[in-house]
């Protein structure tokens, strides 16, 4: 039979502040293709990944990216990478709630009309 080449890595992602797991991070092997997304867990396997050494990414919306550099991956074995990933403030901003006067209704119309000239419209 043929000799396995590969070994896998086992990610685990959680909150920077929190120390809580994160789901739903993309963890990849940068430049090949290879990636999982953590459960519930905050972990997942990247399997089949070729005996060598790489760097690994961790994603996901309203977080920093994170990479760990010069991941050793050897055949048959698993690696274990933990990422801690830490909010990007940015995507976090307070909803903006704009607020304007609205003129009153008259109730003694059905409908309404209001004349404008070029000058108002300049």
Partial sequence: GFAATT??????VRDAA???PLAGVNIY????????ISG????DFILNVPAGVYRVEARMIGYLP????????????TTK??????????DLKEPVTI????P??????????????AQDLA
Avoid: H, M
């Fill in 7 to 12: 070994g896998k890595i086992a990610g685990f």
């Fill in 18 to 20: 929190t120390q809580d």
């Fill in 29 to 36: 092997v940068v430049g090949t293709g290879l990636y999982a």
């Fill in 40 to 43: 519930l867990n905050g972990g």
């Fill in 66 to 77: 994170v990479q760990t550099e010069k991941v050793i991956v050897n055949t048959d074995l």
């Fill in 81 to 90: 990478v933990i990422f801690s990933l830490e909010t990007n403030i940015l």
């Fill in 99 to 102: 607020t304007a006067p609205r």
């Fill in 104 to 117: 009153n209704i008259r109730s003694d119309r059905t409908a309404s009309s209001e004349v404008l000239t």
